[in-house]
Structure formats: C-alpha cells, structure tokens
C-alpha cells in the first residue's frame, strides 16, 4: 500500500471511533440526566402527609412511582408526574415513624433516591 491509501484507511477508522464513541456519549448522557435531585423533605403531622420538593433539571419528564418512608410503603396524594426543568412538590400519607428523623426513599423512573425526612 503506498502511503496515500493508508492515510486514508487511518482518516476512515479515526471518523468509525469517533462517531462510535459520540453515540456512546450521547446515548449515556440522555439517559443520566433524567435522574431526579431531592432538595429537601419535611414530614408534617398535621394530616399525617409527608411533603417532598423535587427537582427536575430535564431533559425528560419524570413519573414517581413510589415513596417509602421508613419501611412502610406512602400512598401518593397528588399527581405524581413533573415536567422538565420544574420544582414539584410531592404529597404522600405515610404511617408515623417514631424517630425524630426517618429515612425514606423515593421512587422515579425507576430510580431509587434515598432521602431524611424531618419530623415537624
């Protein structure tokens, strides 16, 4: 081979690797960034409703699918689908925990986000 078909045959296998790694690029950083970020939960026993604000940075909508609070599965009040780039408050009847503080975890998208919920 002369020297003409081999920089060819390098420039065609660097652009197949780079196309390559940009739809590996793409395709994890669509799916990571559907993660949902919890800013704080705080239980009011008012009506026995805990009240989580949630964060949805985006791209993607996010559905939740269920809140645990210690243990014990929480029964969702409000809808619990949120909109990209949107804070949503979420509100669910769980059993009282005896503990000052309980741990919780929430459910979306299949993610499981744990979460402290103070009691107040």
Request: with cysteine; net charge neutral.
């Amino acid at each position: 081979m002369n020297s003409l078909a081999l920089l060819l045959l390098l420039i065609f296998t660097l652009a197949l690797a780079f196309a390559f790694f940009w739809f590996a690029y793409t395709t994890f950083v669509s799916t990571s960034s559907t993660i949902v970020t919890i800013r704080a939960a705080m239980l009011y026993y008012e009506n026995g409703t805990l009240r989580l604000v949630v964060v949805n940075p985006g791209p993607n909508p996010v559905y939740v699918d269920a809140v645990y609070l210690s243990g014990a599965k929480c029964n969702l009040t409000n809808n619990p689908y949120i909109r990209q780039g949107t804070v949503a408050e979420i509100d669910a009847v769980c059993p009282r925990p005896q503990a000052a503080a309980a741990q919780g975890m929430l459910i979306a998208n299949g993610y499981s986000l744990p979460f402290t919920a103070s009691i107040s």
